[in-house]
């Protein structure tokens, strides 16, 4: 009888257990279980452009959003290097028309990837007055709802 | 032995010549479609559609402020250019025509164009012109104002291109990859 009060003690060890390693057994790469989000940015290329101080011209940025968590994200911002304004914006293609609108919160479900990717979501660099030329980085810096930012550098390439 | 060798040799040719004719990637259109030529202005001063009669021109409608689909379609012509051997790619103009007049003047769409390729030709029209040209080329365009200030431009994707006789034949819509425009310019340079 006297095992029960040490059992219920081991149990009680075992819930008051530090929480912020919930993977310590598990498989590492497996998504979190605790109510937060976990955003990765992945692959983050730039359009090479040749803007000048005198003839400023527009870029964007590209990427893969990747939520481990198991919350959801909201991108409410980003901003490259170098570059005076940035914006997100969303193109869609209606009937062969193309639309390219302002988003201003894009949402990253829990478990899942979001991609900014051409004729899709992408973040528009506007005011490049410098050449970004292939083989470059750039730091990108995205901000989240949250308060939290997530950086990465973004490699200028061109897609082909 | 002899005697049947010939008649096998010609059913042989007859045969690799009679092969599967080729299917465009774009939209064929047959017959070809009317294009009223037009004159806009580039950089270097007037230049009209007729300008190009001989060649195989490239038509694109674009604009400068674009940052998405705009800079990846001229990307995806440059490269199927880059990808034709430089006697077929010299037989191919591309032109861009500004959709955007208010932001985009002549030296602005000319230098835009030419950092996709040097030979890139950025035309640029008043709004009603371009308008003209538009509808003449079934291409949607519409300014749209932005909440925050500024304006973008909607329009067609869809990237046109005229047969040495300055008729329309095939449409490429947005996303069609380098390598398969390549083979239709290859196509169109050996058919006329």
Same mark, same amino acid.
């Given at each position: 009888?006297?095992?029960?009060?040490?059992?219920?003690?081991?149990?009680?060890?075992?819930?008051?257990?530090? %929480?912020?390693?919930? %993977?310590a *057994?598990?498989?590492?790469?497996?998504?979190?279980?605790?109510?937060?989000?976990?955003?990765?940015?992945?692959?983050?290329?730039?359009?090479?452009?040749?803007? *000048?101080? *005198?003839?400023?011209?527009?870029?964007?940025?590209?990427? *893969?959003?990747?939520?481990?968590g198991?919350?959801?994200? /909201?991108?409410?911002?980003?901003?490259?290097?170098?570059?005076?304004?940035?914006?997100?914006?969303?193109?869609?293609?209606?009937?062969?028309?193309?639309?390219?609108?302002?988003?201003?919160r894009?949402?990253?479900p829990?478990?899942?990837?979001?991609?900014?990717?051409?004729?899709?979501?992408?973040?528009?660099?506007?005011?490049?007055?410098?050449?970004?030329?292939?083989?470059?980085?750039?730091?990108?810096?995205?901000?989240?709802?949250d308060?939290?930012? /997530?950086?990465?550098?973004?490699?200028?390439?061109?897609?082909? | 032995?002899?005697?049947?060798?010939?008649?096998?040799?010609?059913?042989?040719?007859?045969?690799?010549?009679?092969?599967?004719?080729?299917?465009?990637?774009g939209?064929?259109?047959?017959?070809?479609?009317?294009?009223?030529?037009?004159?806009?202005?580039?950089?270097?001063?007037?230049?009209?559609?007729?300008?190009?009669?001989?060649?195989?021109?490239?038509?694109?409608?674009?604009?400068?402020?674009?940052?998405?689909?705009?800079?990846?379609?001229?990307?995806?012509?440059?490269?199927?250019?880059?990808?034709?051997?430089?006697?077929?790619?010299?037989?191919?103009?591309?032109?861009?025509v500004?959709?955007?007049?208010?932001?985009?003047?002549?030296?602005?769409?000319?230098?835009?164009?030419?950092?996709?390729?040097?030979?890139?030709?950025?035309?640029?029209?008043?709004?009603?012109?371009?308008?003209?040209?538009?509808?003449?080329?079934?291409?949607?365009?519409?300014?749209?104002?932005?909440?925050?200030?500024?304006?973008?431009?909607?329009?067609?994707?869809?990237?046109?291109?005229?047969?040495?006789?300055?008729?329309?034949?095939?449409?490429?819509?947005?996303?069609?990859?380098?390598?398969?425009?390549?083979?239709?310019?290859?196509?169109?340079?050996?058919?006329?």
């Amino acid at each position: 009888m006297r095992f029960a009060p040490l059992l219920l003690l081991a149990l009680l060890a075992a819930a008051c257990a530090p %929480n912020d390693a919930p %993977n310590a *057994t598990a498989d590492p790469s497996a998504p979190r279980t605790d109510g937060v989000a976990e955003v990765h940015v992945e692959d983050a290329w730039v359009r090479p452009v040749r803007g *000048t101080p *005198t003839a400023p011209t527009n870029s964007a940025a590209y990427f *893969t959003l990747r939520n481990r968590g198991d919350a959801r994200a /909201h991108l409410v911002a980003a901003s490259v290097e170098g570059v005076e304004i940035t914006e997100i914006h969303e193109t869609t293609m209606d009937d062969g028309v193309m639309r390219m609108r302002p988003a201003e919160r894009v949402e990253v479900p829990p478990g899942e990837e979001v991609a900014f990717q051409p004729a899709g979501l992408h973040v528009m660099l506007l005011g490049v007055r410098q050449e970004l030329a292939e083989g470059d980085t750039l730091g990108l810096t995205l901000r989240f709802e949250d308060g939290t930012t /997530h950086t990465a550098q973004a490699l200028v390439r061109s897609p082909f | 032995m002899l005697r049947s060798f010939f008649p096998l040799l010609a059913v042989l040719v007859l045969a690799a010549g009679c092969s599967d004719p080729y299917e465009p990637h774009g939209t064929l259109l047959e017959p070809p479609l009317a294009a009223p030529d037009f004159e806009l202005v580039s950089a270097e001063g007037p230049v009209a559609k007729s300008d190009f009669e001989g060649q195989i021109v490239v038509l694109s409608f674009g604009f400068a402020a674009c940052p998405d689909v705009c800079p990846d379609t001229m990307r995806r012509i440059a490269r199927a250019l880059e990808i034709l051997e430089p006697e077929e790619a010299r037989q191919v103009q591309v032109l861009l025509v500004s959709v955007d007049p208010r932001r985009d003047d002549a030296a602005l769409i000319s230098r835009y164009a030419a950092v996709f390729d040097p030979t890139f030709i950025g035309l640029r029209g008043e709004p009603a012109e371009i308008d003209r040209v538009a509808s003449d080329y079934n291409i949607h365009r519409a300014e749209v104002e932005l909440p925050g200030g500024g304006h973008t431009v909607d329009h067609t994707s869809a990237v046109t291109v005229l047969d040495r006789r300055g008729q329309r034949v095939l449409i490429w819509s947005y996303g069609t990859a380098p390598e398969a425009m390549a083979e239709d310019l290859r196509f169109l340079i050996r058919r006329s």
